[in-house]
């Protein structure tokens, strides 16, 4: 089996997510969207090896931290104004990715506030590490 395959992830690695991470964004095409941070959700899951996941002396060293996540998505925002989440869904993906531990990756965004109609509009990318990236 292709250790790069989706079904080879779920049996092989280990997901570590991040839920609802709230955090103020400058992100929007439209003239009010730049005067001001939105409020947006970010969720993210990292497959990890289980080889690259499974402590041995039960220490934080051993496994991708979840402080790295947060500290991820906080250096991309820190960068300043983006237009489309999808550019945002895009960056955080490839900077997680780029961890030599993590295997592959799904970013969700959300702006909560846009539509009143509706809980949040939002965008969602999965990317697999190429057998070459490894």
Wanted: aromatic share 6%; with cysteine; hydrophobic share 40%.
């Amino acid at each position: 089996m292709n250790p790069f395959e989706p079904t080879s992830l779920l049996l092989n690695c280990r997901k570590l997510f991040l839920r609802r991470h709230e955090v103020q964004v400058q992100i929007g095409v439209h003239d009010f969207e730049k005067t001001a941070p939105q409020r947006m959700w970010i969720d993210v899951d990292l497959h990890v090896p289980f080889a690259n996941s499974t402590p041995s002396q039960d220490n934080i060293a051993e496994v991708v931290n979840y402080d790295f996540v947060r500290e991820v998505v906080a250096q991309r925002i820190a960068l300043g104004h983006i237009e489309l989440q999808e550019t945002l869904c895009d960056d955080i993906a490839a900077r997680l990715l780029s961890h030599p531990s993590v295997q592959a990756v799904r970013v969700s965004t959300c702006k909560p506030d846009v539509y009143p109609d509706c809980e949040a509009v939002g965008v969602e990318v999965f990317r697999i590490k190429a057998a070459h990236e490894s």
